[in-house]
């Protein structure tokens, strides 16, 4: 069973950048789909980005698109969330999560295998 533990939140001014680390234990993530996905208060947890099994494609949701880069480095089975020109509405709880076996993406919460803990991300006006 794999463990998942983000890291790399906290408290950010509008405009600021903050990187977020997803890194797996127990198991490797080298040929899984990898996601990111947040809640914020009061809202349901959404999509933000995903990855591939290789690093070759990515995705993302259309709130983030060009604010927002998801990489891997599957030597380190760690999986990054790079997030500029951060806004308020970023402000939530931001998890990473397994998807399946030599996936192409993670995007439903549904086909997530495992998921960490969360990390608190707060972006400031």
């Known amino acids: 069973q794999v463990q998942l533990v983000e890291s790399g939140g906290g408290l950010v001014q509008a405009g600021g950048s903050l990187r977020l680390s997803c890194a797996a234990s127990?198991?490797?993530?080298?040929?899984?789909?990898m996601g990111w996905f947040r809640r914020a208060p009061g809202k349901e947890r959404e999509f933000v980005a995903t990855i591939n099994w290789s690093g070759s494609s990515t995705s993302y949701a259309d709130s983030v698109k060009d604010r927002f880069t998801i990489s891997r480095d599957n030597a380190k089975d760690t999986v990054y969330l790079q997030m500029n020109s951060l806004k308020p509405e970023d402000t939530a709880v931001y998890y990473c999560a397994v998807g399946t076996f030599y996936g192409s993406g993670l995007r439903r919460e549904t086909d997530a295998d495992a998921w960490g803990q969360g990390t608190q991300v707060t972006v400031s006006s």
């Open positions: 127990g198991r490797t993530l080298r040929r899984y789909a």
